[in-house]
């Protein structure tokens, strides 16, 4: 199978690999599909006979039930094809492959990590076909509660989702949404344009009030090089803010100077309508927030509908 080829299993399921995931770090390892019931009789399973596996743990006295599904999880790890798509979950991440279709009985001695195994066609992968990482953190739990099945194989409900995950395919919802901020990002963009510049300069003080700094100068006072010094009050850092409805580089460049010398270690630069493009040089402790950037900072802060108001 090719790396970046979309994968279309006839078939797909979930194994935990062990108790307690116990198998896990042997069959990512090896790469390999490791089954423990140490105790079912190898010769029928491959003989097909399930009856006489059912029969086996009814014997064992498990319920009817407990049975069944013993049997059934069994039955799937001898029976499903190189084309069944299996996953597992470990170190915090989604992990898939396909195993061929032979099994290998390495006997009853429980002292081994499992009592057969599947060998993965190309091991187990923990990414996306691009290449991208599956971390569950990033996977809905509609997924990843599979992982609480108390038994050890079973089929995933949310299929289709994983196979979008899985093939790089962007969520349809998903690509609505990303379709609506884009919108949503010009028009906010449009919008801080058409501020006044006093309803402007409010706008940025409310953006570092969200995002917890706390203003230790008057908004537009008489300071020459700068608008704003804010203050986080949780790591005592202090910051200064230059506001401009319109700048040039010559603009920018002066305020480097200031901070330069003024011995502070962050500084934001804000401007809506830059006279061209603007450029830090990459100094460190200056953010230049322009255009899209700062339309991006403003919807982030839940100032979107505060724009609406103020140029309607």
Not at 42 to 68: E, Q
Not at 232 to 246: D, L, M, N
Request: proline letters at 2%; charged letters at 20%; one cysteine or more.
């Amino acid at each position: 199978m090719n790396q970046t080829t979309p994968i279309a299993p006839e078939a797909v399921r979930y194994i935990k690999l062990g108790a307690g995931g116990s198998f896990a770090r042997s069959s990512l390892d090896h790469g390999e599909l490791q089954l423990g019931y140490h105790e079912v009789p190898h010769d029928l399973c491959a003989a097909g006979d399930w009856d006489g596996v059912l029969g086996y743990f009814t014997g064992i006295r498990r319920t009817a039930g407990k049975a069944k599904d013993s049997m059934r999880e069994v039955q799937d790890f001898y029976t499903l094809g190189s084309d069944c798509l299996w996953i597992t979950f470990a170190d915090g991440l989604l992990w898939w492959g396909f195993a061929e279709a032979s099994v290998t009985w390495l006997g009853t001695d429980h002292n081994r990590s499992a009592s057969r195994t599947r060998r993965m066609i190309g091991g187990w992968r923990c990414t996306d076909i691009l290449g991208a990482p599956l971390r569950m953190n990033d996977l809905t739990t509609r997924l990843t509660q599979v992982a609480n099945y108390r038994g050890t194989i079973c089929a995933v409900r949310a299929k289709d989702y994983l196979l979008r995950k899985i093939n790089a395919v962007e969520e349809p919802i998903v690509a609505v949404a990303t379709s609506a901020r884009a919108a949503m990002l010009t028009s906010a963009r449009q919008m801080i344009a058409e501020l006044h510049w006093a309803d402007f300069e409010i706008m940025v003080d409310l953006i570092f009030a969200r995002g917890g700094w706390q203003r230790t100068s008057v908004l537009g006072g008489t300071m020459a090089d700068i608008d704003l010094l804010i203050e986080q009050p949780t790591i005592g850092e202090v910051a200064s803010v230059q506001v401009k409805s319109r700048a040039s580089q010559a603009v920018l460049d002066e305020h480097m100077s200031y901070f330069a010398a003024s011995g502070l270690t962050r500084t934001f630069f804000v401007c809506h309508s830059p006279d061209g493009s603007l450029s830090t040089g990459g100094a460190s402790g200056l953010h230049l927030w322009t255009g899209e950037h700062l339309a991006d900072v403003a919807v982030k802060s839940g100032l979107f509908e505060w724009l609406m108001d103020r140029v309607g």
